[in-house]
């Protein structure tokens, strides 16, 4: 089975555009999380989705939001980037919406933002 | 609300002797509890969790953990360190009490083995 893919693997873009970043999950995988990873911060939850719904939401500004398809693909996009925005972008994928389940990551998108 | 705290920015081990990663957890709820790894330029790899049971939690690589209640710890251990296991260690915590919960990770902590 293929794993979690996040497209691209790496992104450079200026303050003030925006930027969508995607994620296949695993197939049959119904459930996907995003993440923002930096060194300062850690690991910050930004949103989950399930079948096409936001479930829940991190404390992140509007300016981040995120969909997901009914093929279970997600996006995220980040509109007028600020300089703080630069970060790993994870997404990570699971069967459904128990709390005992294991996520499967997948490798990111570098976001750099000049 | 939920959090975890990983007290150590950084553990160093030499190879063969064993190695703890520490964390600490906070929630309304009954905890479930997660360690996940991460290799240099990857994503996080599931390595264990604890949900109810045994205290002593068995996971991939060697790595076990064990749940204490009255501590409100999860700490990851292995008997014997390898090089192989350098890597960056997060914790995380749901509460199971609520499938609408979200999960949240400790700040990571980094694990150097030196051969």
């Known amino acids: 089975k293929a794993g979690v893919t996040q497209t691209p693997r790496y992104l450079i873009k200026t303050r003030g555009q925006q930027v969508t970043l995607s994620c296949s999950p695993i197939s049959g995988h119904r459930s996907v999380s995003w993440y923002q990873q930096t060194p300062g911060q850690g690991l910050q939850f930004l949103f989950e989705y399930f079948s096409e719904t936001q479930r829940n939401k991190g404390n992140f500004p509007g300016r981040f939001s995120g969909r997901q398809f009914s093929n279970s693909r997600s996006e995220m996009n980040v509109s007028t980037l600020e300089l703080g925005d630069s970060a790993l972008y994870l997404c990570?994928?699971?069967?459904?919406?128990?709390?005992?389940?294991?996520?499967?990551f997948g490798s990111g998108t570098q976001l750099s933002v000049l | 609300a939920q959090s975890v705290a990983q007290p150590e920015d950084q553990v160093n081990v030499a190879e063969g002797n064993p190695l703890t990663v520490k964390c600490t957890y906070s929630?309304?709820?009954?905890?479930?509890l997660f360690w996940y790894v991460q290799y240099p330029n990857r994503g996080l790899q599931f390595l264990l969790k604890y949900i109810t049971g045994d205290n002593l939690v068995k996971g991939s690589y060697g790595f076990e953990a064990e749940f204490n209640k009255s501590q409100t710890s999860f700490h990851l251990k292995k008997p014997s360190a390898l090089v192989s296991d350098s890597a960056l260690y997060f914790c995380a915590v749901r509460d199971g009490g609520s499938s609408a919960s979200k999960i949240i990770f400790g700040s990571g902590t980094r694990l150097s083995i030196r051969p």
């Open positions: 929630v309304s709820g009954n905890p479930y």
């Open positions: 990570a994928s699971s069967l459904g919406i128990q709390a005992n389940e294991k996520l499967f």
